[in-house]
DNA sequence: GCATACTTTTTTGCATGCAAACTCAAAACC
DNA sequence: GGTTTTGAGTTTGCATGCAAAAAAGTATGC
């Protein structure tokens, strides 16, 4: 490994607060978040260190953080590996995602301001036009968006914690919910129940509605299981 | 500081796969969660590597467990700290404990096997000797099997990691809920309510049960947010 | 040919040391 | 007198090194 030099690197860093293992927290997160690191991959202390050119305590400190978040697994004597979800695991997570995104909706419906709501029908309505032309990726970011005006209405910082954390860790098996046909116009409907829901400050129905307009859309995301990399017994070194 | 002799320390700890990280990580994390270390707390990176009698490296690990775990806090240049929970952010934490509560009891009604529900309803009946005969210390501890009853019925490992994880962190403020005259009986009656639908399959009426029950609880637990220990400021170094 | 014992290689946990950057405070300056 | 500067003292982030333990590889015996 080349010789460091703390100094020049920390210069264009310290100002932010950043440190070289938040970096690494960062862009791991990221990465396994993002399905770049796939299930199972092995994070290899001292490859990672020589990869983004830090010594292994660094690195280490990171891994320990993706691990206590679950990102990542410290088997024993095998190091860290990317967190392998079980298929079991993965339908408890969207079930309790959906509990979740049903609490807020519930609380949504008694906590929103008078502001928040007109704001929220009104982003729900414009997310109509997505619908109509069928842009199905314009819409999976207006879907995201809907969902985070519930995750801020409902003014529970916990809530909100617990949500994003989940959402992130279910992130790699989320996706293409919508092209199944007419997926759209019924999640649009579904929201659309939610919306009318808390409106008119119900907050049962908003969370039943909520509720089923997850279980269905996890239902769909329950065939992306298969696409973890079956890594399981993972030899020692393979070949780098 | 004495010399370190890793060898003999080792020996008598890698049976059972714990490093002094680990070792470290439980210690502080038991005594916060029993409010041994109070919010606010400093905790000194070299004063307990002096404590504990090891080097800085596995309690900076340590630490960075609990950040990660949200047990503590990482304030950019002052160290860590023991989470200092704001009265909104406990309030927030408890509410979404009734939340994940009533998740639970709706999972339970629909996931618990015969088994399950026959050792449920009997457990149910057996706290109510302890109710009878006020013995409350007792029924603290029924309650909490009680409840942990449900955390395993509804079958579902994420929401019993986020239950078990909001739980703890909740622990220092749960106290003396029972001490009010009469909650004894009420909680009994409450428990009653959710028992009575999980054992019929009624998903709803379980988690509204459950729902309400905690809130009357957390409603009582509320006024122990004064219990923190008023270190916001933080002065470098308290005379040590 | 398979199993067991021995050796080598990797990996990992931890100690130690150092330098950058922050805090606090006294001194110098306006 | 108030503000800025300078400097000592901590604290923290990180590099490096070492030793223990496991895994992989090799040899030896049956």
New interface residues.
């Given amino acids: 490994m080349q010789t460091q030099n703390p100094a020049l690197a920390a210069a264009s860093r310290r100002s932010t ?1 950043q440190t070289r ?1 938040t970096e690494l927290v960062a862009t791991l997160a990221d990465d396994i978040i993002h399905g770049r690191l796939a299930p199972g991959v092995r994070l290899d202390e001292q490859d990672l260190a020589a990869r983004f050119g830090v010594s292994r ?1 660094p690195v ?2 990171a891994l ?2 993706l691990v ?2 679950g990102l990542a697994e410290h088997r ?1 004597r095998r190091g860290v590996i990317v967190t392998v979800i079980s298929p ?2 993965l339908r ?2 969207f ?2 995602m959906a ?2 995104e049903a ?1 807020a909706a ?2 949504a419906a008694s906590a929103m301001t008078a502001l928040e709501r007109r704001e929220l029908a009104l982003f729900h309505q414009g997310t109509q036009v997505a619908v109509r032309h069928g842009r199905i990726t314009d819409y999976e970011q207006l879907n995201d968006q809907f969902h985070s005006l519930l995750y801020v209405g409902c003014h ?4 909100f ?2 949500l994003n954390a ?1 959402r992130a860790r279910l992130a790699p098996f989320r996706h293409a919910q919508f092209n199944l046909l007419g997926r759209l116009a019924a999640s649009w409907r579904e929201h659309d129940v939610v919306v009318q829901a808390i409106l008119r400050g119900d907050s049962d129905a908003a969370a039943q509605g909520m509720r089923s307009h997850l279980s269905t859309v996890s239902g769909a995301a329950a065939d992306y299981v298969a696409i973890q990399v079956p890594v399981p017994p993972a030899p020692r070194n393979p070949a780098r």
Avoid at 156 to 159: D, E, K, V
Wanted: glycine share 4%.
């Fill in positions: 607060t293992t305590t280490r400190e320990g953080h206590a978040t024993p079991e695991r408890d997570m079930l309790v509990e979740l609490s519930r609380l529970n910082s916990y809530l914690d617990l989940t």
